[in-house]
């Protein structure tokens, strides 16, 4: 045979191959209408349906081969799928017309579809498999529109899935990123991905599969997954937990990163702390966040996620027997913002409620390691500064050791700087803890009104947050409940007559005017404070109070009308 004759030869081949699978994927679509009206054999013709849906995907895949080199491939298959299909749509038109003999015949009948249709999807991907079709010649299916209708979006997602069983390497991992793209920019993808047999099974095998690249993308599709609620009890029912952890043990870094954020949204529930464990989890995570090996992305998700297992006590001691708390305060000395935020607030979580890891945190340095946090030198952004003040609160103020210590390693002008300087939330939250420190340590209060405190609580007093005014009159009241603050407060005339001033505002009477009252009587037991409050211009309101039967007021007044400032007022404050 000449050459020229081989190439005709092959060419209607080819044509005649191109033909046989647009004649399948025809009748095959076809089939898959149809089956869509039968209303009895449901269960079979589901089946039946995933399977012609299955082929049909790989069918259309195929139809785009631009090269002859592939047409002995199809020779056999081509005819095989015609002669089911054409079968079947036989089967499933006496089905909707309710023209069948006997309902055992039928069933044996579909059964035997069944078997045959899965046949020829085994076939196809062990072409796909074999690497015989490249990816380079399968057509990718559009993504529909935004006003697609769910029958197109489920034809796309089945379309994506038939790729992920039977294409090569690089087929799945393209249909995996084009499924984590319409997953994480339309949720109702997701729930089609949930609702379409086998894709979250498949998804749970990839994070298995040798390939880093599967495993990465699989591994950030089930996390997107898993921050629906919804479908959490279908992941876990999958059996994903053990993959999950194998990832974390064995995986890429994004693929443990993927991992761990999946796994931290399942272990909301206690119940599925308990499965991680059970699969070595937190052996896996204290390793990745003690190695040293990772950014900051991933060992921040690995706290994260611990602090979801320690809720669970018999893992809280393990992973204190492991010497976890000595890892957890060295990354709170991480430069990496994530890595701080969460080391600290994973100790946090260790030390709520449990004295004995609370000593044991203070034991291995973490007050120093927190308080280093607040340098005002550093570069610390407002958050971080938040969460040291926030662990400093809830892990330093229950024991005066504990306070003492704070104290040696600078925290009260810290503290101070904060107050001044600090963002708005940062400074409410630095007015919390002066006013927590205020109540635990006298030695604290002392220090605090060397520090400059007053004045800046003083400033705070006509604030517009009722919250903020409150806990700026209740810390200065407590300060100057100690002699020498008392002094170096009255120092200044202003500080009196603002105090006296307050009183004559409305929402300062409203709010707190109990407590302006008690820092005037506190002042009154100085001379130089007694003798500023009496001969102010505002002292009238304190007078109007007491005309207006306000108790403190009242008490004030005696308190200034005594010895030789009785003659300064009027005598019926003794009624």
Request: glycine share 8%.
């Amino acid at each position: 045979m000449g050459e020229e004759e081989q190439h005709q030869n092959s060419t209607e081949s080819f044509m005649a191959m191109k033909a046989g699978l647009g004649q399948a994927i025809e009748v095959i679509s076809s089939l898959i209408s149809l089956s869509h009206s039968i209303k009895v054999f449901s269960v079979k013709w589901q089946l039946i349906r995933k399977k012609l849906e299955e082929l049909n995907s790989g069918l259309m895949a195929a139809e785009n081969c631009d090269s002859s080199q592939n047409t002995q491939v199809f020779s056999g298959l081509i005819p095989s799928v015609l002669v089911t299909a054409n079968e079947c749509h036989n089967l499933a038109r006496s089905c909707a017309d309710l023209s069948y003999s006997g309902k055992l015949l039928m069933q044996s009948d579909l059964d035997v579809m069944i078997a045959r249709f899965d046949s020829h999807v085994k076939n196809l991907s062990g072409i796909y498999s074999a690497g015989i079709l490249s990816h380079g010649f399968a057509i990718v299916v559009s993504r529909p529109g935004l006003g697609a209708g769910k029958d197109d979006m489920r034809f796309y997602i089945r379309d994506l899935l038939t790729r992920m069983k039977i294409g090569d390497i690089e087929m799945k991992r393209q249909a995996l990123v084009n499924l984590y793209q319409v997953v994480d920019e339309d949720e109702r993808y997701a729930k089609l991905v949930v609702e379409v047999g086998g894709i979250v099974n498949v998804l749970v095998g990839f994070l298995d599969s040798p390939e880093m690249e599967i495993q990465e993308e699989a591994s950030k599709i089930v996390s997107l997954l898993s921050g629906f609620d919804l479908y959490k009890g279908v992941l876990v029912g999958a059996g994903i937990i053990g993959p999950l952890v194998r990832v974390l043990e064995n995986g890429s870094e994004l693929g443990k990163e993927g991992a761990a954020r999946c796994l931290q949204r399942l272990t909301v529930n206690s119940d599925n702390a308990w499965s991680v464990s059970a699969h070595g989890g937190v052996t896996a995570l204290l390793k990745i966040c003690s190695s040293g090996e990772f950014g900051g992305e991933l060992i921040g998700l690995a706290c994260a996620l611990l602090r979801n297992l320690v809720g669970v006590e018999e893992i809280k001691r393990f992973i204190v027997e492991e010497g976890a708390i000595s890892t957890f305060i060295k990354l709170a000395r991480s430069r990496d913002e994530i890595v701080q935020i969460n080391s600290m607030e994973f100790l946090q979580n260790m030390a709520s409620g449990d004295d004995s890891v609370r000593q044991m945190v203070v034991r291995e340095g973490g007050v120093r390691a927190l308080v280093r946090v607040l340098d005002p030198k550093s570069s610390t952004s407002s958050k971080t500064r938040e969460v040291a003040l926030r662990a400093i609160e809830n892990l330093c103020f229950s024991s005066q050791s504990c306070i003492n210590m704070l104290m040696n390693f600078g925290f009260i002008n810290q503290l101070f700087f904060l107050l001044r300087n600090g963002e708005a939330s940062v400074q409410e939250l630095a007015l919390k803890v002066t006013f927590r420190l205020c109540s635990a340590s006298e030695e604290a209060k002392k220090a605090m009104g060397d520090a400059g405190f007053m004045p800046e609580l003083l400033k705070l007093l006509d604030a517009k947050s009722y919250e903020v005014r409150e806990m700026a009159t209740e810390a200065l009241s407590s300060l100057v409940s100690v002699p020498k603050n008392r002094k170096r407060f009255v120092q200044d005339d202003r500080n009196v007559g603002f105090l006296l001033q307050l009183l004559d505002q409305e929402d300062g009477i409203s709010g707190n005017k109990k407590l302006l009252l008690s820092i005037l009587m506190s002042l009154t037991n100085c001379n130089s404070g007694r003798r500023k409050i009496a001969s102010s211009g505002y002292l009238k309101n304190i007078e109007k109070l007491a005309e207006a039967e306000v108790y403190d007021a009242k008490k004030l007044v005696r308190k200034l009308s005594t010895n030789r400032f009785r003659s300064i007022l009027s005598g019926f404050w003794h009624s």
